[in-house]
Nanobody
Framework: QVELVESGGGLVQAGGSLRLSCAVLGRSFSDYVMAWFRQAPGKEREFVAV????????YYSDSVKDRFTISRDIAANTVHLQMGSLKPDDTATYYC?????????????????????????WGQGTRVTVSS
């Protein structure tokens, strides 16, 4: 497993933007597929976005596509989630997730991984609140 530390959550008005960051500590960042999930109170954890080890392939849930962008900074061992055109429905705790992939494979399973149990490491979460 790898240690993940999220930051960047907060309160923002509807229509605004926010950038979340997830620092990967202690392991080789380039060996991990990274993703963001979110969980609103009383709801199940929901897939948001995923990015490949190399960063050249991404996939988004329909609810955030064209509004959010996932990216990875290899030099900083960090994955970002740039969120724009935020809506009150985006209010949730956002979790960073990582899954180790064998060195000679882009991903050890069907792409894209979008289920919580596809990922073995999780951050503590960062709260995002969007006011109307």
């Amino acid at each position: 497993q790898v240690e993940l530390v999220e930051s960047g959550g907060g309160l923002v008005q509807a229509g605004g933007s926010l950038r979340l960051s997830c620092a990967v500590l202690g392991r080789s960042f380039s060996d991990y597929v990274m993703a963001w999930f979110r969980q609103a109170p009383g709801k199940e954890r929901e897939f948001v976005a995923v990015i490949s080890k190399s960063g050249d392939t991404t996939y988004y849930s329909d609810s955030v596509k064209d509004r959010f962008t996932i990216s990875r900074d290899i030099a900083a061992n960090t994955v970002h989630l740039q969120m724009g055109s935020l809506k009150p429905d985006d209010t949730a705790t956002y979790y960073c997730a990582a899954e180790h992939v064998s060195p000679f494979s882009s991903y050890d399973g069907p792409w894209p991984p979008t289920r919580p149990h596809d990922f073995g490491s999780w951050g503590q979460g960062t709260r995002v609140t969007v006011s109307s």
